[in-house]
């Protein structure tokens, strides 16, 4: 093993490379290229930052410091391995061979929750003379990365996979391994010149480093995001791909570099920080400036900080650094004890894991402390519009919700906070109560502990704190969502009895009996005579903390069984049903099989009704729930129903905690919900949605558009189609201000309201099921309808409110095409190969093309659907774009050659009457030409276009019949034949600036032609009759000078006729002058 140490603190790389181990069969010698993280508390959050996928991890301890020591210092490490890793293995070599035994820590840590399959356990020893373990540790070293398997792959570029695939022995392109070499030697010259410079490339210098490779097959965007990869999960490089404020747009080279700059933020003097926090004036002064991260790059310089949890945004001038809370929490929990006399209710949430995940608390104190402040400022604003209600006695607690019983709930307001926090928790004191959140320990496993003390008997809190767990797991800690190897939950969660605290209900099976048997409240086999009511319980699953209206059953017309199915989408379906005798939409957030499974005598029923405690009184559902659910301590069982019901309880408070604080016209408003249905009641749009309309006018209408196999215009009518462009806009954008995410905006998401250009809302956007809150930092969750979704989101990174505006540039296209994003591709695996290569949906189909006469909203679509979320257009720059008077009226921009036009006339074609054809005149001599194009239909390479015609340059031009008359910069009018041929003309005394033909009878060819001159004069003609000849083919008319017109030397720029008034008016200098068009006539 030869190793070259890279400096810094902690942090090494190595060059390893074994020959071939006699034992195993010959396979080529494997190179290594190692990292050696050491250990410590401040050390092992750093280089949670160095964990890579596909990665083979060797955890070196003391046999001499048994399971304890094994727990203390191993432990961290294979957590940290399991939750930021994938495609990896590890081995544990275990040094001194006398203190414990193999099967012991395998038995204690194999198939264990939390924990990732280790490869094998390796005892060493360097006092022996022959090394006794060093070649046993070769051996499964080598024979361990052998067997590593990279996973199935969607991709299907340069080095993508079908299958799971070796990691070693792969097919890998040799431009992969050119550009390795390349950046290992941009390092080291980086690292020896002086000054040093920073070890990061960008974009372009990367992009020049892929040039510089002979015959490289690194060529799409797919390509090089599969460099990337391979050299990030090869220890070349670390990047971060996820289109925050440029950070994706460079590429650290060297670890210990990256390393110190980290180190410095997170082990920073404890004069520059106040309880955690510091101000953004010393980061960029103290520790920027002296970082050598690079000139220009601060603000990448704190999406690194950020993207690592170096540190969290406060507000803009103030950022939090989590190794730098304070270590020691309070002295005293505020816990309030469980007292008749107290003054006090407690409310008390147990989250049970199957294990501690690294960087959760400072992830989830840091995101508390944040909306905490934000929650604060919007409370201090609403409190003199909002009251709160009057203390309450205990009784409330254990009797039905008051909550039930109101029609309308302000919500969760709180005010005058005291936020006191520490690396591990938070306590919160304001006007009406306290908030505690802190670790605890539940059996033999880690939790979370919350608990909330009211005076008001109102623990809307919860919802709030709830809320940040559950995102928290969804958005970081997915692997926590399902159940582990031992086939329980990984995560656990319980209610105490605020009574008497003993007694654990499972949260899940308070919900069932809630929902799916009707159960208004639960007795606790502690003290059976008294009751508690569940929505009490369970604040946050019955939205207490939301301002929202519980549905009167009496005036709600719906049952699943019946009632009209509207559409089903990922997480509800909707139906037809009715409110106070007014048609609304309901969107159930459940299986429909639950709710149709129930006894008849609920399908109606919903908390909130006066009677809804009476309504059931009789039934052995009721009586059910005045019996002990679950009073066991820890209940690790969870049924397929209990599931089903969370999830629907899940997925109805994430759309309606959105949908209840939005009100704006382009955006579908809440009526009410009814949590025993897990459903709410919403405006219906009359005309369904916008996808099924597209459908519709594409299949009828598409016939009789087409015109030489193009269709021209767009599908919907051109000021409908702006109309809808112009409303989801300012919908989504009215979101963004709202600091909420769509990630779902699709066709099928927009309903109409009318079809009427006058109208003044034709559309409303619907669907919040996956929105997203956004973060300080952008968020991460569920991937959109395909076609639709980003590329960043589908790739499982970040993203911010960008990525609603690539979703607004494929809604555009399917608006104007009526044609869904990716329409010919037959499979997923086709759409995902498209959208990460960046091929982009065209307007160019298999029969016809599409004209869409639209270019301003075309060339928004493309800015919209642009791969770089930092490349696209923001909300204002989309709004003012579309508020500009040219982009409604363009509808085409042809280019000519390079000389200027110079004269324009709309004509008809010889084969019809209407004005059809636009004649265009440029240059001048020999470089004269014209174009002859047809208004409608024309397309750039259409038509009789740029055709030469030398002569003087022409300035203006009129049609007399199926000829064609010109006047020329030279005195000259010249007569173009029904072929576009030079027949002859006539001159004039001054530069010919404009004509105008007054046909006399309703004849063409019977006339006055007038001609504006340079000289202020205005010449009339006559157009007699063409006679015949003795072979009766008709001769060339005979024009004859009737009259000049004389007014001041000025030159007589325009001649517009109001036949309606028998009247010319010219323009001449700076005057208008008006003439009798009739007496000319008879002249």
């Known amino acids: 093993m030869d190793s070259e140490a890279r400096g810094g603190p902690g942090t090494s790389e190595f060059k390893l490379m074994f020959q071939i181990v006699e034992s195993v069969p010959d396979q080529g010698e494997v190179h290594f290229s190692m990292w050696d993280l050491k250990g410590g508390e401040l050390d092992t959050i750093i280089h949670q930052s160095f964990l890579t996928p596909r990665t083979l991890y060797l955890l070196v301890w003391d046999l001499r410091d048994g399971l304890r020591g094994f727990n203390q210092k191993l432990k961290p490490w294979l957590l940290n391995i399991q939750s930021r890793t994938t495609e990896s293995a590890t081995i544990i070599v275990s040094t001194h061979l006398d203190k414990a035994e193999n099967v012991e820590i395998i038995n204690k840590y194999s198939g264990r929750d939390g924990f990732p399959d280790i490869a094998d356990i390796v005892e060493v020893t360097a006092t022996s003379p022959d090394g006794e373990g060093i070649e046993e540790l070769r051996r499964v070293i080598y024979q361990t990365s052998l067997e590593m398997k990279i996973k199935k792959r969607w991709t299907t570029g340069a080095a993508a996979a079908k299958r799971d695939t070796p990691l070693i022995g792969r097919m890998v392109p040799s431009s992969f391994i050119a550009l390795q070499q390349i950046i290992d030697i941009e390092r080291v010259h980086r690292k020896q010149s002086t000054p040093s410079r920073p070890q990061v490339l960008e974009d372009a210098e990367l992009m020049h480093h892929m040039k510089t490779i002979p015959y490289s097959k690194i060529e799409t965007q797919e390509d090089i ?29 060297d670890p210990v570099w990256m390393y110190n700059i980290l180190i410095n933020v997170a082990d920073v003097n404890s004069s520059f920080v106040k309880e955690g926090r510091i101000p953004r004036t010393i980061l960029e002064q103290k520790l920027f400036r002296n970082s050598g991260f690079g000139k220009g ?24 650094i989590p190794s730098r809370l304070p270590k020691n929490k309070p002295g005293r929990d505020f816990l309030i004890s469980h007292t008749e006399d107290s003054l006090y209710q407690v409310l008390e949430r147990h989250y049970r894991l199957a294990y501690d995940p690294p960087g959760f608390w400072s992830r989830l104190v840091s995101r508390v402390y944040v909306f905490l402040k934000l929650l604060d400022e919007e409370g201090s604003k609403g409190t003199k519009a909002r009251k709160r209600p009057e203390k309450r006695v205990r009784s409330e607690i254990t009797g039905m919700s008051s909550r039930l019983s109101q029609s309308m709930q302000a919500g969760l307001m709180l005010t005058h906070t005291n936020i006191t926090y520490w690396q591990t928790g ?22 979370i502990l919350v608990q909330i003390q009211c005076q008001v008997g109102e623990f809307t809190a919860m919802g709030f704190i709830v809320d940040q767990i559950e995102h928290l797991i969804h958005d970081w800690y997915p692997g ?26 499972s949260v899940s099976k308070l919900a069932l009996n809630a929902t799916l048997k009707f159960t208004d409240e639960v007795k606790c086999p502690n003290h059976p005579e008294e009751g508690v009511a569940i929505p009490n319980l369970l604040p946050d699953l019955f939205l207490m903390d939301l301002p929202v209206r519980i549905l009167d059953k009496k005036e709600f017309e719906f049952d699943p069984r019946v009632s009209k199915s509207l559409g089903r989408g990922g997480f509800g379906e909707v139906f037809k049903g009715k409110y106070r005798q007014e048609d609304v939409a309901v969107k159930v957030l459940a299986k429909t099989e639950i709710l149709i499974g129930r006894p008849e005598s609920g399908v109606h029923s919903s908390f909130g009704e006066e009677d809804s405690k009476t309504s059931s009184s009789s039934s052995s559902q009721r009586d059910s729930g005045h019996q002990s659910i679950s009073p066991m301590p820890y209940d690790e069982s969870i049924a397929p129903e209990e599931m089903l019901v969370m999830e629907g309880f899940s997925n109805l408070r994430s759309e309606v905690a959105t949908m209840c604080k939005l009100r704006h016209p382009c955006i579908i408003q809440l009526i009410g919900i009814s949590i025993q249905n897990f459903c709410f009641a919403m405006e219906l749009a009359p005309l369904g949605d916008l996808a099924n309309l597209l459908y519709q006018e594409s299949e009828s209408r598409r016939k009789s558009f087409v015109r030489n196999e193009k269709v021209y215009g767009t599908i919907l009518d051109r000021v409908l189609t702006f109309k809808i462009a112009m409303q989801v806009a300012r919908g989504v954008s009215y979101l963004h201000n709202k600091r909420i995410i769509y990630s ?16 003044n809302v034709n559309i409303k956007l619907t669907d919040y099921g996956i929105a997203r809150t ?25 993203f911010t409110e960008q990525a609603d505006w690539y979703s607004y540039g494929m809604l555009l296209y399917h608006v104007m095409s009526g044609k869904w994003p990716y329409d010919h591709l037959k ?72 000389d200027e036009i110079s004269c324009a006339h709309l004509g008809s074609d010889e084969n019809n009457e209407n004005s059809d054809y636009l004649w265009l005149w440029t240059g001048e001599g020999a470089n004269r030409r014209f174009a002859k194009i047809h208004v409608k239909f024309f397309t750039e390479g259409d038509g009789e276009t740029e055709v030469s015609s030398s002569g003087s340059r022409a300035n203006c031009m009129v049609q007399v019949g199926d000829c064609h008359l010109v006047g020329t910069e030279n005195n000259h009018i010249q007569i173009f034949g029904p072929q576009a041929v030079d027949q002859h003309g006539f001159n004039l005394d001054a530069e010919v600036l404009s004509l105008c033909y007054l046909p006399v009878e309703d004849k063409d060819t019977h006339g006055l032609l007038f001609a504006g001159l340079a000289d202020g004069h205005v010449v009339i003609w006559r157009n007699n009759p063409a006679a015949t000849n003795c072979s009766n083919r008709q001769q060339e008319p005979v024009w004859s000078r009737v009259k000049t017109l004389t007014f001041e030397n000025k030159r007589c720029n325009l001649l517009e006729p109001v036949p309606e008034r028998d009247e010319l008016w010219i323009a001449c200098g700076n005057k208008l002058r008006i003439i009798s068009t009739e007496v000319h006539s008879k002249v």
């Open 426 to 447: 938070v306590i919160v004191q304001h006007a009406s109560g306290e908030i505690l959140l802190k670790p605890a320990t539940f059996e033999d496993r880690p939790g």
């Open 225 to 253: 995001n599969e460099a990337i990869e391979f050299l990030s999960t090869s220890g070349t490089l670390v990047h971060f791909n996820d289109h925050l404020h440029g950070l994706t747009s460079l590429y650290f080279i």
């Open 827 to 898: 499979t997923k695996m086709d759409i995902h190969s498209a959208v990460n290569a960046g091929t982009k949906p065209t307007f160019q189909f298999r029969d016809y093309a599409i004209v869409t006469m639209f270019p301003c909203l075309e060339r928004l679509m493309k800015t919209c659907w642009n791969d770089n979320p930092l490349q696209r257009l923001s909300r204002d720059d989309i709004i003012k774009a579309m508020k500009n008077g040219s982009f409604t009226c363009l509808e085409k921009v042809i280019s000519l050659n390079s």
């Open 297 to 320: 790059r601060f603000e990448e310089y704190l999406q690194l900080l950020q993207r690592l949890d170096i540190v969290q945004q406060i507000s803009k001038e103030e950022f939090l």
């Open 774 to 798: 956004m973060d300080l930092q952008g968020a991460k969750g569920r991937a959109g309808p395909l076609g639709f979704c980003a590329p960043e989101i589908l790739r499982g990174r970040m």
């Open 744 to 759: 779902d905006l699709k066709t099928d998401n927009v309903l109409l309201y009318s079809l009427d250009v006058d109208a």
């Open 480 to 505: 926590l969502i399902y159940s582990g190897i031992t086939g329980k939950p990984l995560v656990e969660r319980f209610v105490p009895c605020p009574v008497c605290s003993i007694t654990k209900f």
